[in-house]
């Protein structure tokens, strides 16, 4: 063969300035550019020979090896594809963006089936190599009997010479990088070990790495490929164990704990997806950040946690997706926009809500003891993703202070007698202890919601079911507290309140006496939902003028029954005892606020002085 030089053909006009800068979102990308065409061709050859249109023994062991020469500055990629004539080359390598695959796949297409995978990314894939080289050589055979070997090289990125090859003596594709100098750090083998890791851990093709400037004899066979070529996502789910799927887990993600449940997505029609999505288990809700969902287009590595895929909140979630139907650019990176992509991410959602529901149906037991884990990341879908919502409604569950797992409608069917569409709940089940206690003197029941997001996701609940009220489990209790058959006293009632009117003054808004069946509790703070949402919602918008006031509209119960409300009522009307009376008064409401919630440093101070006057009156008895 005679040496040609010439200029090779750009279909695209100023295509290597964007090969260069724009095309590929990382640089080490043409590691996986160049693995995923070796990988093409191996596919390609295997193809032809199981049509009868290529000799290949039956043994045949097929591999990529990239090879690492620090003292030539090289990288480099042999495959035992399909290797390409001197005619191929010209069209495929000369011709950008021309696309290799798609004449192969119109030549052979009435022979295969439609599920064939070929990716096939020869021409701008290849281009990648430019990236980090200041010269590309190509040693290829044809897997055509009588093939002669062939040399591409081109320094420039738009000049070539093709010769023969005297490098490549088997069928298949040898492509060598002569690093730029800025490129260096791609001759460090750990590096090139982690990239191709992060790209091509599951590539179906075995890719093998050595370094010729360490270990000369080494042998391919000698040491193991660096890849899964049959990572679980590709098994039928009836074919893989609880055990394989928790290993699966840790070394895909790099940890040790357990999935606490996972999803096998197997999808065939109306397109091709499959995948695990894990359900991690959350520490803590400081834990509530992105997991890592990784994307896979015919088991080639693309992104992590691309959002127009998997929607945002389920990247709460780990887990891979491998969707040969995706339409990728010619960077394998980014998604361009189409209508099946957000077919394929409503129909991940759709199989979450349907693993949930079927959970809850078939495995309560199971489900309730996820549910602590879990809660955060369906209230957040919840309030992300309304059609999550419409799905997963009726299979939400909370948690009561009596340690049941029930639903919104079993909550409220069982309540419906004492307070009808009304929810009672905990934010915090220290801080409102005494409430608790309260509720379970009085037989009644109420939800604990302590997560950052429960504010949210109970405004969007009365939303949705219009009529139903969330009331904190400190606000008007006045419905429920009444007793049955339990005659008032107004006459007392209206002395008791007269009395803390005139020594607690402003320091709240309303006052009512209850009977209440502790008699030891001699008052508790009740606050208004409604006024201590808004107030919530003012310090939100901290330094914003909303234009009103906010303040939280507190009510203090009065127990009637209590022994130290009964003694200060006798004292109302002695005058000598007066300064006592105010101090024991406000030492009384200093406590009820005290169970509500935590003293201003103002207040604290005052409570502190007070009680300190209280021990000195009992000490001089």
């Given at each position: 063969m005679a040496i040609e030089k010439g200029s090779i053909s750009i279909h695209t006009e100023n295509?290597?300035?964007?090969?260069?800068?724009?095309?590929?979102?990382?640089?080490?990308?043409?590691?996986?550019?160049?693995?995923?065409?070796?990988?093409?061709?191996?596919?390609?050859?295997?193809r032809l020979a199981s049509?009868?249109?290529?000799?290949?023994?039956?043994?045949?062991?097929?591999?990529?090896?990239?090879?690492?020469?620090?003292?030539?500055?090289?990288?480099?990629?042999?495959?035992?594809?399909?290797?390409?004539?001197?005619?191929?080359?010209?069209?495929?390598?000369?011709?950008?963006?021309f696309s290799g695959a798609e004449d192969f796949f119109n030549k052979y297409k009435d022979k295969m089936e439609e599920s064939s995978d070929i990716i096939g990314h020869f021409g701008l894939g290849f281009y990648s190599a430019f990236m980090v080289s200041k010269k590309v050589q190509i040693d290829t055979l044809s897997h055509i009997e009588g093939a002669e070997p062939v040399r591409w090289i081109s320094e420039g990125g738009t000049e070539y010479e093709i010769s023969n090859s005297d490098t490549i003596t088997q069928r298949g594709t040898l492509i060598t990088l002569f690093l730029d100098d800025d490129s260096q750090e791609f001759l460090d083998e750990y590096n090139v070990r982690s990239i191709i890791n992060k790209y091509c851990s599951f590539l179906p093709v075995e890719i093998y790495l050595e370094n010729k400037e360490e270990n000369e004899d080494s042998k391919d066979d000698e040491v193991l490929p660096l890849n899964d070529t049959k990572p679980l996502w590709t098994k039928a789910p009836k074919d893989c164990t609880d055990e394989e799927y928790k290993e699966f887990y840790k070394k895909v993600f790099n940890v040790f704990d357990e999935p606490l449940f996972w999803i096998h997505l197997n999808v065939d029609y109306p397109f091709n997806l499959k995948g695990i999505l894990y359900f991690p288990?959350?520490?803590?809700?400081?834990?509530?950040?992105?997991?890592?969902?990784?994307?896979?287009?015919?088991?080639?590595?693309?992104?992590?946690?691309?959002?127009?895929?998997?929607?945002?909140?389920?990247?709460?979630?780990?887990?891979?997706?491998?969707?040969?139907?995706?339409?990728?650019?010619?960077?394998?990176?980014?998604?361009?926009?189409?209508?099946?992509?957000?077919?394929?991410?409503?129909?991940?959602?759709?199989?979450?809500?349907d693993k949930l529901k079927s959970l809850c149906k078939n495995e309560r037991e199971e489900y309730t003891k996820f549910w602590d884990d879990i809660e955060v990341f369906i209230k957040y879908g919840c309030l992300k993703d309304e059609g999550f919502y419409d799905k997963i409604k009726d299979f939400i569950l909370f948690k009561t202070i009596n340690d049941e797992?029930?639903?919104?409608?079993?909550?409220?069917?069982k309540c419906k007698d004492k307070h009808e569409n009304k929810v009672f709940y905990v934010s915090d089940e220290k801080q409102q202890?005494?409430?608790?206690?309260?509720?379970?003197?009085?037989?009644?029941?109420a939800v604990i919601l302590k997560t950052s997001i429960d504010n949210h996701f109970i405004s969007m609940l009365e939303y949705k079911n219009q009529g139903v009220n969330f009331n904190r489990i400190d606000s008007d209790l006045s419905d429920v507290l009444k007793e049955d058959g339990v005659e008032e006293n107004k006459e007392e009632i209206e002395k008791i309140e007269e009395l803390f009117k005139s020594e607690i003054g402003e320091r709240v808004e309303k006052y009512s006496v209850q009977s209440l069946k502790n008699e030891q509790t001699p008052a508790i703070i009740l606050v208004s939902e409604h006024s201590r949402r808004m107030a919530e919602m003012k310090s939100q918008f901290a330094g914003m003028d909303l234009g009103m006031e906010f303040n939280e509209e507190?009510?203090?119960?009065?127990?009637?029954?209590?022994?130290?409300?009964?003694?200060?009522?006798?004292?109302?009307?002695?005058?000598?005892?007066?300064?006592?009376?105010?101090?024991?008064?406000?030492?009384?409401?200093d406590?009820?606020?005290?169970?509500?919630?935590?003293?201003?440093?103002?207040?604290?101070?005052?409570?502190?002085?007070?009680?300190?006057?209280?021990?000195?009156?009992?000490i001089s008895v």
């Open positions: 295509i290597f300035p964007i090969i260069k800068k724009w095309l590929y979102s990382d640089k080490d990308i043409f590691i996986r550019e160049l693995i995923s065409n070796g990988c093409d061709a191996v596919n390609k050859v295997k049509l009868g249109e290529a000799k290949i023994p039956n043994d045949e062991k097929y591999k990529i090896t990239v090879s690492i020469d620090k003292g030539q500055g090289t990288l480099s990629f042999r495959d035992n594809g399909i290797g390409m004539t001197e005619e191929e080359v010209k069209k495929y390598i000369n011709q950008v963006a288990k959350l520490k803590n809700e400081f834990e509530l950040v992105e997991g890592k969902v990784k994307l896979y287009n015919n088991q080639v590595f693309v992104a992590d946690n691309i959002k127009e895929v998997i929607p945002e909140f389920l990247l709460l979630l780990k887990g891979v997706i491998d969707c040969p139907d995706l339409p990728l650019n010619v960077s394998r990176s980014f998604l361009q926009n189409d209508k099946d992509v957000s077919k394929i991410s409503k129909h991940i959602v759709k199989k979450v809500a797992y029930l639903t919104l409608d079993d909550y409220l069917e202890s005494q409430y608790i206690k309260l509720f379970k003197e009085y037989n009644l029941d507190k009510t203090l119960v009065i127990n009637d029954k209590n022994p130290i409300i009964q003694k200060i009522l006798s004292m109302k009307d002695d005058e000598s005892k007066k300064d006592k009376l105010s101090l024991i008064c406000n030492q009384v409401v406590l009820a606020l005290l169970s509500n919630k935590e003293l201003s440093s103002e207040e604290l101070d005052l409570f502190i002085k007070r009680s300190n006057e209280l021990m000195n009156m009992i």
